[in-house]
Every structure is written in structure tokens, then in C-alpha cells.
């Protein structure tokens, strides 16, 4: 028997999305047998509510929140409602395949799983946009490539550095010991990245597999309602990450003595949003400190050199990077044209 699931689909005004999207999720749960789909309004105003209600199925819980607590707080939200010992965080705006849920339930079965990441292409299926994921240290800081390759079949289930919040299933227990998604990262980009780099920290494993399909059509209300900002949020969060995560010494050193070069040459380089995202992050400094000593007072298994020398060691090659910012700037492109 399949293990229960929950799916957890974080809402803030994506009324059309879920109309668009929702029913494929709602198939798929269905078919898998043993798993209900929640979706968290964050405080909707465009009638969310209203059309879920209208929508007759029994296995889809509505968790409406009074005031908006964005990504970290909905995903807790929603995994705090959640009946299932294994949680899908997925987002609006992706649709999934009918048994995405069937082919990444096994991994669970070894105690050390953390989490488990589906691949994500784009609405049309064509191209990858997001897939397994690796890191190594380029300008002081720790650089993520979110769709990297390893020297592996590709249909081939293997590690990655994190599982995407959009869609990516999540072991229920551990995610509650590890404190959720970080609101230090709020409103959106890293928390998955910090949650999978700790768990690695902790010894705990994170696989990607390739046979659980999505689509994600990148429509969301992060580049509605933030975009002037997301940029910067971006780069804030990616020194954020540094800041709170890395303790090894060296790299530490190197981290501080490559910053002023950084800057000045990104800034020089045109690259928008570095210097804003920089005193961004500056001004969450308290906040950084106060979430270093949490995480610091984890258990260690492995350490910052570990993880990096881990995945050079799994043949991690990029091709081509997928982060963050280069989705950003195709939507941007595509928005223009």
C-alpha cells in the first residue's frame, strides 16, 4: 500500500492558475489512491476561495489564513493541516503528470530521505526547467546551479543539493525538525536551497527523480507583484545563505576578502540588483546572527567542504545553468517581446 501523501499548493490571488491547473493535480492524487491535496489561501482577494469551494472533491482541503504569511508561512501552514507522512509543496502554476506521485513514493522507504525532487520542464514540455541541482564556491560565495547534470543515465534517480519548494516531496518529520522553510528568506528564493544544504549538513539525503514529471509554466505572482524587486531579493538572499550557513573558516576568510572585488566589478558589469541586495542583506544582519546560532546547534554530519568536494565528486556539470536569475531574465525577454 502507498504511503500517504499530501500535497500542499501554496495560493496568493492564482485563481487562474488553480482553474488551470488544479484538476491535473486532483487526477493524479486520485489515481495515486492515498493522497489528498490542500491548498493554503494566503489571504487571497481575487475569489480563490470562492471557486475552490465551488470545486466537488473529496479529497481537496481548503486552509484559508486571515493575513498573508507568504511562501515560508503557507508551506507551514499547509504541512501543519497535512494527514500525510510524506508532503508535496508544489506551486500554481505547474501542472503534473498523472503518476508523478508513484515514482518517487519508494525513495522514502530508505530512512535517511529527506526529500525527493520531481523534473520540472517547461508548459510545454520541451525544456527542462528545472532538474537536479549542484553547488560550488565561484566569487567568494556559494554558487547554485538549479538544472546541473551528473555523470549518470538520465533516467537515472540521483543526489541533488536541494528539492525545489515548487515541487518536491518532503519527509513530514524532518522537515519539522529542521524548522520549516526559513522566513528569513521571505518573500520567496533560497528557502529550499538553505532547508537541503542543512539536511545535508545533518547527514540526511535528497535524491532527484526524473520519472516524477511537472510542468511549470513560470505565470506565478512573484513577477506580478514583485517584479521591480525580484532582482535584488535574489541577490540579498544568496549572500543571506552565505552569511547564515557557511562556517568553515577558509572559505569564510575567502568570502570576505572577495566581496569588495565582487561588487565592484558586478556593479562595473551591469548586473542589476547586486549593491541593492547587498544592503538588503545587510539590514537583515540581526536576523542572520539570531539564525546562525539556531543553526548551529544542529547535529554535523558533514561539513561545508564535504558537500562541496560531494558533489564534484558526483560529476556535477552544468548544462547549461539553470538559476534563479536566468529564468528570471528568459521571462523577462519573453514579457518584452
Known amino acids: 500500500m ?3 501523501v499530501s500535497i500542499v499548493i501554496p495560493n496568493y490571488n492564482g485563481k487562474h492558475l488553480l482553474e488551470k491547473n488544479l484538476l491535473s493535480v486532483l487526477a493524479a492524487a486520485g489515481g495515486f489512491g492515498s ?4 491548498v493554503v489561501d494566503d489571504a487571497s482577494s481575487d475569489g480563490s476561495v470562492e471557486w475552490l469551494n465551488s470545486v466537488n472533491c473529496a479529497n481537496l482541503r481548503i486552509c484559508r489564513l486571515e493575513r498573508n504569511c507568504g511562501f515560508a508561512g503557507a508551506c507551514r501552514a499547509g504541512a501543519s493541516e497535512a494527514n500525510g507522512e510524506i508532503i508535496y509543496f508544489l506551486n ?3 501542472r ?8 518517487l513514493v519508494s525513495h522514502f522507504n530508505d530512512p535517511n530521505i529527506f526529500a525527493v525532487a520531481s523534473m520540472a ?3 510545454s514540455g520541451e525544456n527542462i526547467v528545472s532538474s537536479r541541482s549542484g553547488i560550488k564556491w565561484k566569487w567568494g560565495m556559494p554558487d547554485v546551479d538549479r538544472a546541473a547534470r551528473f555523470d549518470a543515465p538520465a533516467a537515472s534517480s540521483s543526489i541533488t543539493l536541494f528539492a525545489s519548494g515548487g515541487h518536491s516531496a518532503y ?4 522537515f519539522f525538525d529542521m524548522g520549516c522553510f526559513d522566513s528569513l528568506y521571505s518573500p520567496f528564493y533560497w528557502e529550499d536551497v538553505d532547508l537541503g544544504y542543512r539536511a545535508w549538513k545533518r547527514g540526511w539525503k535528497i535524491v532527484f527523480e526524473p520519472k516524477s514529471v511537472v510542468y ?3 505565470q506565478g505572482t512573484i513577477g506580478k507583484i514583485y517584479r521591480p524587486r525580484v532582482l535584488s ?3 540579498r538572499n544568496r549572500f543571506l545563505f552565505t552569511w547564515k550557513n557557511i562556517s568553515d573558516p577558509t572559505l569564510l576568510i575567502r568570502h570576505v576578502l572577495a566581496l569588495p572585488f565582487f561588487l565592484v566589478i558586478a556593479t562595473l558589469a551591469g548586473r542589476r540588483g547586486v549593491l541593492s541586495g547587498f544592503f538588503m542583506a545587510l539590514s537583515s544582519l540581526p536576523d542572520v546572527i539570531s539564525a546562525r546560532r539556531k543553526r548551529e546547534r544542529e547535529p554535523l554530519v558533514l561539513k561545508d567542504r564535504d558537500i562541496f568536494v560531494l558533489f564534484d565528486d558526483a560529476g556535477y556539470v552544468s548544462c547549461p545553468p539553470r538559476s534563479d536569475e536566468a529564468i528570471y531574465h528568459q521571462k523577462e525577454k519573453e514579457t518584452n517581446n
Not at 503534473?96 to 508513484?102: E, K, P, R
Request: net charge negative.
Open 2 to 4: 502507498n504511503p500517504q
Open 121 to 123: 520542464y517547461d508548459g
Open 96 to 103: 503534473t503528470d498523472a503518476d508523478f506521485l508513484s515514482h
Open 92 to 94: 500554481t502554476d505547474i
Open 233 to 235: 531579493i535574489m541577490r
Open 35 to 38: 493522497a489528498e491535496v490542500i
Open 171 to 174: 519527509r513530514k518529520s524532518m
Open 216 to 218: 511549470h509554466d513560470h
